[in-house]
C-alpha cells in the first residue's frame, strides 16, 4: 500500500523505510521496518502482524480511512510506530529501532503502491482519496452531528429476494489498552484484537429498499444517555452496526460494530483546541 522512506541528499538511497501493507490470504495489515541507519541494533525488525483484516465481510467493497505515524526518538529503541483503521489502534510499536537517533536527515519521501507479488488471483481494485501529511495525530473521518448513513447494497436481490427493511444502532465508542499477544526481540509483533466499550446512543429503522437513513430524531430515536437530543456528542468516536431483512428469511444477525467515525469539535472551537475524539485511543505501550 504504502512506503515511507528516509533518503540521503543527492542520492536514491535510503537510510530507513517503512512499509505499510497488506499481508497474507487474508488481507491482514502488515508493518514492516528497514534500516541502514548508524547505531541501528538489527537491519530488518520483526513485522507487526495487526488483526485487523480486509477480509472481514465488513471491510469488503466501502472506504476505509487508515492513518500511519512514524515518531522518530533522540537515540536506539525510542521510534514508534503506529498505525489506526477507521479510528481503531491496530499497530503500535514503542521501542522501535528505526532512526536510532539518526537526524541527518529524516522522512523526506513516501511513494504509494498497488501491486501483487506473484500476480493478482482475481481482478481487483482499490482506490485512495484525501491523503493528508501531518506532525500531529489526525483521527478518524469527521461528520456532522447527524451524520448520513450508507449501507451496501441488498445481496438478496442476486436471487430474486427483496429488501423489505434494516435497522441501525450508533453507540459512542471507546478503544481499550491494547493488549500484547507476541513479542520478537523485545518488539510487539501482534496484539490481540482491539477491544471496545460501547453505549448506544440512537436507534433507526429503514423500510424498503433505501440505503440511507440520517441519524436524526425524524428518521430513529435518540437513546440512553442521549435521550431527547438531536443530535451525536461532538468530537466523540463513534461506531455503526445493522441488520436487515428480507421478504424470504428472517431478520439476519448483527454486523459487527464497524466503520469507525469522529464527530467535528463543538461551534467555535479554536484550532489549538481541538483534540482527537473522545475514545480514539493515541496508544500507551501495553504492559
Known sequence: MARMRCFKEGAWEGVYTVLFWIGGEDGHLSIERHTRAPG???????????????????????????????????GPRSDRIQAWADGTLVCDVAGDDLAAGYKDFVLNGMSWDCYWNGGSPVKQSRFYDDLTL??????????????????????GAVTGDR?????????????????????VDGVVTRYQPAEFEYTVVWKGTVSGESNEVQVSK???????????????????????RVRQVGAAWNWATWSPWHAGFATAWAE??????RTPPRGYLLGQPAK
Open 40 to 74: 541501528a541494533h538489527r537491519e530488518w525488525s520483526p513485522n507487526q502482524d495487526c488483526q485487523w483484516k480486509f477480509s472481514d465481510p465488513v471491510n469488503v467493497g466501502r472506504w476505509i480511512h487508515f492513518e500511519l505515524r512514524v515518531a522518530l526518538g533522540d
Open 134 to 155: 501531518s506532525t500531529e495525530p489526525i483521527g478518524p473521518a469527521r461528520t456532522s452531528a447527524n451524520p448520513v448513513i450508507v449501507k451496501s447494497a441488498f445481496q
Open 163 to 183: 429488501q423489505q427493511s434494516w435497522e441501525v444502532e450508533v453507540a459512542e465508542a471507546v478503544q481499550k489498552p491494547l493488549v500484547v499477544d507476541h513479542t
Open 218 to 240: 425524524a428518521a430513529g430515536e435518540f437513546v440512553g444517555p442521549f435521550a431527547g437530543k438531536d443530535g451525536l456528542s461532538p468530537n466523540a468516536l463513534h461506531m455503526v
Open 268 to 273: 467555535g472551537t479554536a484550532p489549538d483546541k
